[in-house]
T-cell receptor
Framework: AQKITQTQPGMFVQEKEAVTLDCTYD???????LFWYKQPSSGEMIFLIY??????QNATEGRYSLNFQKARKSANLVISASQLGDSAMYFC???????????FGKGNQVVVIP | DGGITQSPKYLFRKEGQNVTLSCEQN?????MYWYRQDPGQGLRLIYY???????QKGDIAEGYSVSREKKESFPLTVTSAQKNPTAFYLC?????????????FGDGTRLSIL
């Protein structure tokens, strides 16, 4: 069974607007961590933000915030005030408490247009 | 600056040839990982190592081999048994324990068949 699901088609976003990227996950482990990575066309994977399963508040990191809905098993990434440099693939990943492996989703493509 | 160095950036393999991808880190991380990424897809785990002289198979280990003789180094060999090796290969490292520890990635190696 797929642990991370990202099903949105590619998205076009106007510069300076906000964009929300969906991620749902599946685990029976009460201890887990959720990560978002950005992959520009050059290929490197850049860590953006982390949310822990026991965290009471949604994570924020600059223009990135995470809309964490534990009961729905969703961890959506919100990018505020989009910039041209935000054009990239975005991957959601999960690390379960019982091991230190990361399970990745298939990614969301975002293109920011001026 | 601490980081992960992958080399070469581009690699070409002839039929029946083994090739080795280099991954070096100076982050003092215990754990290291190798992923394969096919176009438009997420990352799939090939092998990972939590300590020196120990490593475990990931989800797609067939046709690949690794070694971990030093903490800083985790080379990946793509053997002739891997019939479809054309892909983007990413190496990562992380602190071993803790669901809140992100993996940090190198810039990747693009492998193609001649």
């Amino acid at each position: 069974a797929q642990k991370i699901t990202q099903t949105q088609p590619g998205m076009f976003v106007q510069e300076k607007e906000a964009v929300t990227l969906d991620c749902t996950y599946d685990t029976s482990d009460p201890s887990y961590g959720l990560f978002w990575y950005k992959q520009p066309s050059s290929g490197e994977m850049i860590f953006l933000i982390y949310q822990g399963s026991y965290d009471q508040q949604n994570a924020t990191e600059g223009r990135y915030s995470l809309n964490f809905q534990k009961a729905r098993k969703s961890a959506n990434l919100v990018i505020s005030a989009s910039q041209l440099g935000d054009s990239a693939m975005y991957f959601c990943a999960m690390r379960e408490g019982r091991n230190n492996r990361l399970a990745f989703g298939k990614g969301n493509q975002v293109v920011v247009i001026p | 600056d601490g980081g992960i160095t992958q080399s070469p950036k581009y690699l070409f393999r002839k039929e029946g040839q083994n090739v080795t991808l280099s991954c070096e880190q100076n982050l003092n991380h215990d754990a290291m990982y190798w992923y394969r990424q096919d176009p438009g897809q997420g990352l799939r785990l090939i092998y990972y190592s939590q300590i020196v002289n120990d490593f475990q198979k990931g989800d797609i280990a067939e046709g690949y081999s690794v070694s971990r003789e030093k903490k800083e180094s985790f080379p990946l060999t793509v053997t002739s048994a891997q019939k479809n090796p054309t892909a983007f290969y990413l190496c990562a490292s992380s602190i071993y324990e803790g669901v809140n520890q992100p993996q940090h990635f190198g810039d990747g190696t693009r492998l193609s068949i001649l």
